[in-house]
């Protein structure tokens, strides 16, 4: 059983910057695939980035490229997401979720076995 925790979000002026941070319970977090999602009023959740249990593979949707860094620090069982230059559009609740399948390419296949964290809030003003 894992149990995430996000923190971070906020409201930030567009241009601006926030870390989001995913802190987990569980010794075999590090092994996880975690993902963070987003979900904006009226849209659907989407899958935004995704780092591997190793660290060494990472996704991110071509919105974002460039603009968000995920990364892990598995000896603080968290996992980060660095969001610069943000635009209105990053406006949504970011949501992290982890897999123990190790794989972020989970996420696309299926909701089985996903553990979520309650979200956290980004207000980015234009």
């Known amino acids: 059983q894992v149990q995430l925790v996000e923190s971070g979000g906020g409201l930030v002026q567009a241009g601006g910057s926030l870390r989001l941070s995913c802190v987990a319970s569980?010794?075999?977090?590090?092994?996880?695939?975690v993902g963070w999602f987003r979900q904006a009023p009226g849209k659907e959740r989407e899958f935004v980035a995704g780092?591997?249990?190793?660290?060494?593979?990472?996704y991110y949707v071509d919105s974002v490229k460039g603009r968000f860094t995920i990364s892990r620090d598995n000896a603080k069982n968290t996992v980060y997401l660095r969001l610069n230059s943000l635009k209105p559009e990053d406006t949504a609740v970011y949501y992290c979720?982890?897999?123990?399948?190790?794989?972020?390419?989970?996420?696309?296949?299926?909701?089985?076995?996903?553990?979520w964290g309650q979200g956290t809030q980004v207000t980015v003003s234009s």
């Open positions: 979720a982890a897999n123990p399948s190790g794989s972020w390419s989970r996420f696309f296949v299926s909701n089985d076995n996903n553990y």
């Open positions: 780092i591997g249990g190793s660290g060494g593979s990472t």
């Open positions: 569980g010794r075999t977090f590090s092994s996880y695939a």
